[in-house]
């Protein structure tokens, strides 16, 4: 009997400590993740440091995929099981439509930037997270909707709860920083990670929210360096 309620005891607990799918997944993005999310980019960021060039570079490179994204998070919205899953995806999709795309325009502005240079070419690495935003809307899958959104917004959320910004920072650095913080966008990050843990994936499912989730670490990685004149994008 003893011997009984201990093997149900430990089966238990091991259930009790079993990943969930998107911790599963940061831990497949290895050392990648811990790039994305203390990429100097960000310490400079917080720190008042990073010269207008790198933010502009940055700024108009991301604004370029705002559609597809947008595409994306609305298609998740519809595949969403039920309205209460669909709301708060809503209301955050609200949200890039206002705050974010008017801190983009605003600050394209408080650079100074030309229409050619808001206009500029999107960078490889632009393109290819635009692609893959774009299928993964495109597949009708909910799985990998969610992985993508899931890399798009948790290390979004993680670098910003990290950023610790000095005094005084212009308001052009500690908006971007502010959009990406708070109890708001936490529980925005806790919805879109909650709609990918419940789904009970099959192998093939799981082997593609994987493939759809390191593919974005990839393009974050990429993008981050892009932005600080590492590399040309290039994947």
């Known amino acids: 009997m003893q011997l009984h309620l ?18 599963w997944l940061r831990s497949e993005a290895g050392g990648d993740w811990t790039s994305i999310t203390t990429d100097p980019f960000v310490e400079q960021l917080a720190a008042g440091t ?4 790198t933010l502009a570079r940055y700024l108009v490179q991301d604004h370029k995929f705002v559609d597809a994204f ?5 298609s998740m919205v519809a595949q969403a099981p039920t309205l209460d899953d669909r709301v ?4 955050f999709l609200g949200l890039i439509a206002g705050d974010e795309n008017s ?36 597949s009708g899958k909910l799985h990998e909707m969610l992985a993508v959104l899931v890399v ?8 910003g709860e990290a950023a610790k910004p000095v ?11 502010d959009l990406h913080r708070g109890d708001y966008f936490a529980s925005v990050i806790a919805y879109l990670r909650a709609q990918l843990d419940k789904l009970e994936l099959t192998k093939r499912q799981r ?29």
């Open 152 to 159: 798009a917004e948790w290390s979004y959320l993680t670098w």
């Open 70 to 74: 947008m595409v994306l998070l609305a």
């Open 207 to 235: 082997r593609e929210a994987r493939a759809a989730f390191l593919e974005a670490v990839a393009c974050e990685k990429a993008f981050w360096e892009m932005a600080r004149g590492v590399g040309d994008g290039e994947l």
């Open 103 to 138: 801190y983009f325009l605003r600050s394209f502005d408080a650079l100074g930037l030309s229409e050619a240079e808001i206009n500029a070419p999107p960078a490889p690495v632009t393109k290819r997270f635009d692609a893959l935003m774009r299928n993964a809307a495109a």
């Open 167 to 177: 005094a005084g920072l212009s308001w052009l650095h500690l908006e971007w920083i």
């Open 50 to 53: 990073l010269d207008n060039s």
């Open 88 to 91: 708060p995806g809503a209301k």
């Open 6 to 23: 201990a093997a149900a005891l430990a089966l238990m607990a091991s259930f009790a400590a079993a990943e969930t799918t998107t911790e």
